[in-house]
């Protein structure tokens, strides 16, 4: 039983894991576009463009 529940808990930790590693991906991925949108926004208030 307490093999089982060493079994569960890794494979809990695995996907504990995984899932930082998925929202850290995302995280990423949202700090990209964001700075791309910042960069268009101060392109067009650089041209006057309101």
Do not use: C
């Not at 809990?12 to 590693?21: G, I, P």
């Not at 700090?31 to 041209?47: C, P, Q, S, T």
């Amino acid at each position: 039983m307490l093999a089982r529940q060493q079994q569960e808990l890794e494979e809990a930790r695995e996907e504990a894991a995984a899932m930082v590693q998925r929202a850290d991906e995302r995280v990423q991925e949202t700090e990209r576009i964001l700075a791309y949108e910042m960069a268009k926004l101060a392109e067009l208030e650089g041209n006057g463009v309101e």
